[in-house]
């Protein structure tokens, strides 16, 4: 495929904004079970809230360059029966909702107050935006994992790392923006931004490990019909491309490929591991875990880049030759 | 059950490209609007077509065969890319099994077309709109042709019948039979779509002839005249006797 940055800057933005409210969560729940003392309600749960909806709506904003009609897009609701980009499209501004009702709610000092009714209101609109966080993960993951064809994403490891990648990302910018106005949280943050830097680390080998070794279903004998061992296309009816061609394939040298298969493993997961564990002395400045976000997400661009990349459509078979 | 397909017979195609320029001068003339060309005329031409003309090369060299394979929608039976569509716009036509897309709706999210193994579906360039073969539902229907014009555009091109079309559901309809009979088969059987469209494999075409077949024997200029001649009111027999 060729990889469209309107798509990769989607999915990566989108899961920063789940994974911060995912960690903001996390801080209520420890906090309702006695864990943790409360935060600053006011500054750290409306201005993560808002943090979180703005790398949403901005993943939003890029998805709509990725499509030929924008003014059309509302149409998209109508087939959440079959089409999982369908749910997507109607889980994600639910979720922006429920974020943006959540922060509200917090700014009007709901949460904290001694309005039973108001908390007891807080928590379910929380517990449902994490709900819908965790849906949104699943319906994300799934508009890559349910194409049976592109066999590099057909797989559940798509889903886990869509949910993990994700994940990561916002506990790390947690742990930077929790280190300005809740230090002491930071630490909880950083810790679990670690684990899951290691936990996705295994998940993200383990699909390129698989992605290595997959043995195409389709052949240019299937596809033709023609089994004899050796049928050459020598013109693909075109003769200076077409949407097939330039939708298709990356054009990138091999080299280009796997230099980025290297590097992005270095962004995302070892120099972010490296950062978050010295952050974590006692000597490190705050500022010093927004650079690690910064570095990882950066990381994690050139991730997606290369998850579209690698993933070869069968109809590439019949598109080898212009001429 | 009413489905539509062409079935393409390899063995008489000749890769002259005909139906590719009749599918495109019809369908860009029509009411859903005209299909991209981008630099027609320049080094890097580009463009929207429903159907391309493919050149296969078969075998090492010098023991070649050229094999020209037309490529369009197959139409599937269960066609992989109408549930994907998050609007509705790709959809199967329930009466005849056509597989079409609702310009009006479609978003452009090129979603559909990463759901088809086959790269039926082009985005055209100028309108952004996923568009793809539609059988010429628009010669097919239209009551104002002649009945034997109501054929895609293609199969009317076509000068040496490679293409034929017609209800593949119907087991006595000439692409039924010419499956049936000549070895049709689909393309990418292991996905479970179940295209529509077939296609009929190349054969190889010898012809045995032995010496006498090249000369008759009983060359009727010459040996005519010395073979009985029955009366008119007699039978006559072929070979034996000059009626």
């Known amino acids: 495929m060729n990889p469209a940055f309107s798509v990769i800057f989607l999915t990566t933005l989108i899961g920063v904004g789940q994974g911060l409210f995912l960690a903001l969560y996390t801080a209520r729940v420890l906090v309702f079970v006695g864990a943790i003392a409360l935060p600053d309600s006011r500054s750290f749960f409306v201005l993560g809230s808002a943090i979180s909806l703005f790398f949403l709506a901005s993943g939003l904003t890029a998805s709509f360059f990725h499509l030929g009609h924008p003014e059309r897009a509302w149409r998209a609701v109508m087939k959440w029966r079959t089409s999982w980009l369908s749910r997507e499209v109607i889980v994600l501004p639910v979720f922006m909702l429920t974020v943006f009702l959540y922060g509200l709610m917090c700014y009007l000092g709901w949460q904290s107050g001694s309005n039973r009714i108001a908390q007891g209101v807080v928590e379910t609109i929380g517990a449902l935006a994490a709900v819908l966080c965790i849906v949104l993960f699943i319906c994300t993951g799934m508009v890559y994992a349910s194409i049976r064809f592109l066999q590099e994403w057909a797989s559940p490891l798509t889903l886990i790392n869509y949910f993990l990648l994700g994940s990561m990302s916002g506990y790390t910018l947690a742990a930077g923006f929790s280190a300005f106005l809740a230090p002491h949280l930071m630490r909880m943050y950083a810790c679990i931004a670690f684990s899951l830097i290691v936990i996705s680390f295994m998940t993200r080998v383990a699909s390129l490990y698989r992605n290595a070794r997959i043995r195409p279903c389709s052949t240019v004998q299937t596809a033709t019909g023609i089994y004899h061992p050796k049928v050459v296309q020598k013109a693909q009816g075109s003769m200076g491309g077409s949407f097939n061609t330039r939708h298709y394939f990356h054009g990138k040298t091999r080299q280009v490929i796997r230099s980025v298969k290297w590097i992005f493993p270095v962004l995302v997961f070892v120099l972010p591991a490296l950062l978050l564990a010295g952050s974590l002395s006692d000597i490190a400045h705050p500022f010093l875990l927004i650079v690690t976000f910064v570095i990882q997400y950066v990381g994690l661009l050139a991730e997606r880049w290369f998850f579209f990349a690698q993933a070869n459509h069968p109809q590439n078979l019949y598109y080898q030759q212009v001429s | ?243």
């Open chain 2, 1 to 243: 059950m009413t489905q539509l397909a062409l079935v393409i017979d390899l063995n008489v195609c000749v890769g002259c490209h005909a139906c590719v320029t009749s599918c495109k001068s019809w369908n860009t003339s029509g009411s859903a609007g005209p299909l991209a060309d981008a630099n027609p005329y320049g080094a890097d031409p580009s463009g929207t077509f429903f159907n391309r003309v493919q050149t296969y090369e078969v075998g090492q060299f010098p023991d070649t065969e050229t094999v020209h394979f037309p490529k369009s929608c197959l139409h599937c039976e269960d066609p992989p890319c109408v549930p994907v569509c998050p609007t509705g716009a790709s959809y199967k036509r329930e009466s005849d099994g056509v597989v079409l897309v609702d310009y009006d709706k479609c978003i452009g999210c090129n979603y559909c077309s990463w759901a088809c193994p086959y790269g039926a579906r082009e985005l055209d360039e100028h309108r952004k709109e996923m568009s793809k073969c539609t059988l010429c539902v628009d010669r097919i229907d239209n009551e104002a042709l002649p009945k034997d014009d109501r054929k895609p555009a293609c199969v009317m091109a076509c000068p040496t019948q490679a293409r034929l079309f017609g209800d593949i559901h119907d087991p006595a309809s000439e692409v039924s039979v010419a499956i049936r009979e000549q070895g049709g088969y689909q393309l990418m059987p292991e996905w479970g779509t179940r295209p529509s469209n077939h296609y009929l494999p190349r054969r190889k075409m010898v012809i045995q002839l032995q010496d006498d077949q090249a000369g008759r024997v009983d060359n009727p200029l010459k040996v005519d005249g010395k073979l009985l001649k029955p009366r008119i009111d007699e039978p006559a027999l072929d070979d034996v006797t000059s009626w």
